[in-house]
């Protein structure tokens, strides 16, 4: 039975590689993004295994809707990856500006907390997965970072919602990556971790046997 993956801020970058190697591989995909244009195009790009659903993932009636929209559509979902991520604009406590922390937040904290809460109902039925894209700046101290800080929540949020989880037989994975090369960042960075990379390590966690949970892929450029 094809089993299906439900992703949040799936239009770009580490998502929409996410769908198209997870379709690859055999998946269903829900991709769930504020840019209703990017997911249709994508969608059609991947074709019937896709399934676009514009949403808003800090808006939890949003998500929920969401999320049973893809249950039905596919008769259930296996998988859902809180991807869905932003980072600061102006470095540090000092200097740093609280109306972009509030933004980063609610993204990348309360978006997370609205996925899992909505998903474990749909989990349950499947004995199913839940992944959180966390980083290295998750791992490290990084000097007033206060995405660092956002990052360091998933990253204790993830360990704890696995030991919920495995109560009835689910699993959780953070997926940690170092500096991607995405449109976050101006430049392209050719040597430095890739999508398509982080894409891979979320299918090897997808794919595991089910003796297996795989808590953390940590993933690092290696240039």
């Keep these: 039975m094809t089993r299906t993956l439900l992703i949040t801020g ?9 769908a ?13 993004a504020r840019s209703a244009d990017k997911l249709a195009d994508l ?18 009636d949003q998500v929920r809707e969401a999320l049973a929209k893809a249950a039905e559509y596919f008769g259930g979902l ?5 991807n869905a991520g932003t980072g600061a604009k102006s470095p540090g406590v000092e200097n740093g500006d609280p109306e972009d922390w509030h933004r980063m937040i609610h993204i990348n ?20 997965h839940f992944l959180v894209t966390g980083s290295k700046a998750g791992r ?28 009835w037989g689910g699993r959780c994975t953070v997926i940690a990556p170092g500096m991607v090369n995405t449109d976050f960042f101006d430049d392209d ?9 982080v894409a891979s390590a979320v299918v090897y966690a997808l794919e595991q046997p089910k003796t297996a949970a795989v808590r953390e892929v940590y993933i690092m450029p290696n240039d």
């Design 140 to 167: 490290d101290n990084m000097k007033g970072s206060v995405y660092s800080a956002t990052k360091w929540f998933v990253h204790g949020f993830g360990e704890n919602l696995a030991e919920e989880m495995r109560e």
């Design 189 to 197: 960075l050719p040597t430095k971790i890739q999508p398509e990379d």
């Design 109 to 128: 904290i309360l978006a997370v907390l609205y996925a899992a809460h909505e998903a474990i109902p749909h989990l349950k039925k499947t004995k199913g």
């Design 10 to 18: 799936a239009s770009s970058g580490i998502g929409a590689a996410t």
């Design 78 to 82: 296996d998988a859902v990856y809180a």
């Design 43 to 60: 969608a059609g790009e991947i074709g019937e295994k896709a399934l676009a659903l514009p949403c808003d993932a800090t808006d939890r």
């Design 20 to 32: 198209r190697a997870a379709a690859q591989a055999g998946w269903n995909v829900a991709l769930v």
